[in-house]
């Protein structure tokens, strides 16, 4: 090669297509369309594979202030759920040019430790979900360009929100359990603070206000199958007449419902219909199959990513929440009528 051992530069490449430097970066930057001429740019791209030109990535990002790195703040990764919005996430940001940093709050929710000694010199920006943005501030990732998933749009400390479409998911449920004629309904919710689960449980409640006769009884338990049967069960026999069905915040919360229905001997759907929220790999392996929503996870991730990256180069992200629908199994039936 013309150059010896050392390493082909921009300048190299601009004598060998002839032109400008300023040119060579136009085009190797993928910034050249309506600047210089499309046989120009393939004159450098080819002059550029001629000589086995590298762009210098690290000095590129020095100049540009950028390091090209994502930090993903989500809860600790114990459901298959926030691994799929990594999955979406990470496969926009490949595309881009971006590395993702995941960061799970070890306890799931709350502050946890940061991992850099100063974030923003580490990131380019941060996605996080609403259920472990008390780790936003540990980590001071507010002060960086945020966007939240998740999250309320109308009070988020982001600059953009990417919300699933939760409020028709329930909207859906209510629905299909009070077409099929119940009116006693238990909602198992989730004991976390959280904008996510705030609006199941304030769409149940108007949901049913529509319906004559409706009831609904509350209980609250953490996302543990354990504490989900202890909370079911106590609810089930508590006073007053009994819920024929069951709105869980999580499908993880229902598989609690099915083990206390099992110790109470109610059988499902016969005496109690449970759905769920999410369809995890869980819903199919419960018996009977559990009748649930649908939340496309990578899609959520893949969403978020684009709205970030968006915000990144200064543009509006796309608006409108990821639309969810309603699979229906073997867990939902019409109730008896005694």
């Known amino acids: 090669m013309a150059h010896g051992s050392t390493r082909p530069t921009s300048r190299d490449v601009a004598q060998t297509a002839g032109v400008s430097q300023a040119a060579v970066s136009l085009v190797l930057g993928d910034k050249w369309r309506g600047r210089v001429s499309e ?25 540009l202030g950028r390091t090209r790195t994502i930090l993903l703040v989500v809860p600790a990764l114990t459901t298959e759920f926030f691994a799929g919005v990594y999955t979406g996430a990470a496969r926009i940001a490949a595309h881009h040019g971006f590395g993702v940093v995941l960061y799970p709050s070890p306890e799931g929710i709350g502050p946890a430790r940061s991992p850099f000694a100063s974030a923003q010199a580490a990131l380019d920006g941060v996605l996080a979900s609403s259920m472990a943005a008390d780790a936003l501030t540990a980590i001071r990732g507010d ?25 028709d998911g329930v909207r ?29 449980a304030r769409e149940l409640t ?5 319906v004559p006769g409706a009831t609904v009884r509350t209980a609250r338990a953490p996302i543990a199958i354990d504490a989900a049967r202890d909370a079911a069960e106590a609810a089930l026999t508590a006073p007053g007449p009994r819920p024929t069905a069951v709105i869980c915040d ?16 109610l059988a499902i759907p016969d005496d109690l219909s449970v759905t769920g929220l999410d369809d995890l790999a869980l819903a199919t392996a419960l018996d009977p199959e559990l009748t649930t929503v649908r939340l496309d996870a990578e899609l959520f991730g893949e969403r978020g990513m684009q709205a970030l990256l ?3 180069d200064g543009r509006e992200p796309h608006g409108g929440d990821i639309p969810v629908h309603l699979v229906v199994r073997g867990s939902t039936a019409p109730p008896h009528t005694s």
Not at 156 to 164: D, I, P, R, Y
Not at 206 to 210: C, E, I, K, S
Request: glycine share 6%; hydrophobic share 45%; no cysteine.
């Open 206 to 210: 108007t949901r049913l206000a529509t």
């Open 39 to 63: 046989t120009t740019a393939e004159r450098v791209r080819e002059a550029a594979r001629t000589l086995g030109y590298r762009p210098n990535l690290a000095a590129r990002n020095l100049r």
């Open 310 to 312: 968006a915000v990144l």
């Open 250 to 265: 999580d499908d993880k919360l229902a598989a609690g419902v099915y083990k206390a229905a099992r110790r109470l001997g």
């Open 143 to 167: 002060q960086l360009p945020l966007v939240m998933l998740d999250s309320d749009p109308h009070g988020s400390l982001g600059a953009a929100t990417v919300n699933l479409d939760i409020a």
């Open 172 to 200: 859906q449920l209510t629905d299909h359990l009070t077409g099929l004629g119940h009116r006693h309904l238990l909602h198992l919710a989730a004991d976390i603070a959280s904008w996510t689960f705030e609006v199941r």
